[in-house]
């Protein structure tokens, strides 16, 4: 069982920044990609950005060049720094974890999500 905290959501104004923490305990031995999805109201979930266990990452297309997903392994933590906000950013962000079970078998950890509002 894995377990993802996140934090560090807000309000803030269009350009500005925010940094997301997602703290993730429990068997993170077992974790093979870790990343942020978002869902704006009204909207399907997205993938934001991602980081493997060798630190290769990914990003949507909307977030280039803004967002830096990283991970600190020996704390258990990943984080999301994003900057040059926009309106349309704003949204709940949710931390996830792909993990792999005792029997070989894959599956998806979640946060509870934090909210991130931009203001025009």
């Known amino acids: 069982q894995v377990q993802l905290v996140e934090s560090g959501g807000g309000l803030v104004q269009a350009g500005g920044s925010l940094r997301l923490s997602c703290a993730a305990s429990g068997s993170t031995n077992r974790i093979n990609l870790i990343g942020w999805y978002r869902q704006a109201p009204g909207k399907q979930r997205e993938l934001v950005a991602g980081?493997?266990?060798?630190?290769?990452?990914n990003y949507a297309d909307s977030v280039k060049g803004r967002f830096t997903i990283s991970r600190d392994n020996a704390k258990n933590m990943v984080y999301l720094q994003m900057n040059s906000l926009k309106p349309e950013d704003t949204a709940v962000y949710y931390c996830?974890?792909?993990?792999?079970?005792?029997?070989?078998?894959?599956?998806?950890?979640w946060g509870q999500g934090t909210l991130v509002t931009v203001s025009s």
């Open positions: 996830n974890a792909v993990v792999t079970t005792a029997w070989g078998s894959t599956l998806d950890a």
């Open positions: 980081i493997n266990n060798g630190a290769r990452t």
